[in-house]
């Protein structure tokens, strides 16, 4: 929600120390508005790395989640500095490779070890235009009958449906196939809602998007997450979702999500999907 010229408050105080949490359970993992978790991925050892919404040169783009405890990394010095990143994936089939989204529709094709972050290539969405700049929140890669499919979306907002986009992707050249455009207009939160904040993409195909209010910095704010449908192919072998015939999607509550934060940041892990917060002031937690 912050504008690049607002007042950038930094909570000073130190992380206190959290207990494992119980199944369904919120713990804080970083505090203040640039600690937010706007993107979340499994490095090949099964730590989480989460990306972050900040702006200024000088706050972190990229953090591994460790004990509990959120440990910057440091942005390879003299690579372009992404803005507001929204969104970051795992490659399948590439350890420790990842693409992490500016809201901008800028993608940047990174690997990770260790402390080094290292910047492999960048590309731009398709279609990504100046009138949908700082509105793409989610993308996402999944390999499904052998082939890579990618699923981005464009958060809605301000009287505008959510968008989800499904294609075919090609890491060499960064080249994707031809694609599916839906609208999608969740239910809830009714007011400053985000229709898709971020998305996953269950080993079957099933997509799931979650959506949040957004009325400010003062958070915590209310989300939800939806299940959108299974990706499959239609007769001329395209990608897509099941849609009515004006292009909506219809989404599915999924039970015991709808909460007081804000999710920014999805996950699938071995032990089952996390979520990630970006309560602006209210910090990043993790459930």
Do not use: C
């Not at 700049?133 to 981005?152: D, I």
């Not at 269950?202 to 939806?226: E, K």
């Not at 804000?262 to 990630?276: N, R, S, Y």
Request: charged share 20%.
């Amino acid at each position: 929600m912050r504008l690049l010229t607002a007042a950038l408050p930094i909570a000073l105080m130190l992380l206190p120390a959290y207990a494992l949490p119980q199944a369904g359970e919120w713990r804080m993992v970083g505090t203040g508005i640039t600690s937010n978790l706007s993107g979340l991925a499994v490095e090949k050892a099964g730590t989480l790395l989460t990306v972050h919404d900040n702006k200024l040169p000088t706050e972190p783009r990229i953090s591994r989640l460790l004990g509990g405890l959120m440990k910057p990394l440091t942005w390879p010095a003299g690579a372009e500095i992404p803005i507001d990143l929204e969104a970051i994936t795992e490659i399948p089939g590439r350890d420790n490779e990842f693409i992490a989204l500016a809201s901008a529709g800028k993608a940047f094709h990174i690997r990770v070890t260790g402390a080094n972050v290292s910047l492999l290539g960048t590309f731009t969405l398709p279609g990504a235009k100046a009138f949908l700049a700082n509105n793409y929140e989610g993308f996402r890669l999944q390999r499904l009958q052998g082939e890579l499919v990618a699923v981005w979306t464009h958060r809605g907002g301000f009287g505008r449906d959510g968008l989800v986009f499904t294609a075919p992707f090609t890491l060499q050249g960064y080249q994707f196939g031809p694609g599916s455009v839906y609208k999608l207009r969740a239910p809830w939160p009714v007011s400053d809602r985000r229709d898709a904040s971020d998305v996953v993409i269950y080993p079957d195909g099933t997509v799931t998007v979650s959506a949040a209010s957004d009325p400010g910095d003062d958070g915590p704010f209310p989300s939800t997450l939806y299940t959108l449908g299974i990706l499959s192919k239609d007769s001329h072998g395209d990608w897509g979702l099941p849609a009515s015939p004006t292009r909506f999607l219809t989404p599915t509550e999924v039970a015991g999500w709808r909460n007081t934060r804000k999710i920014e940041a999805l996950v699938l892990t071995p032990t089952g999907l996390k979520a990630g917060t970006d309560d602006e002031n209210g910090g990043g937690w993790i459930r």
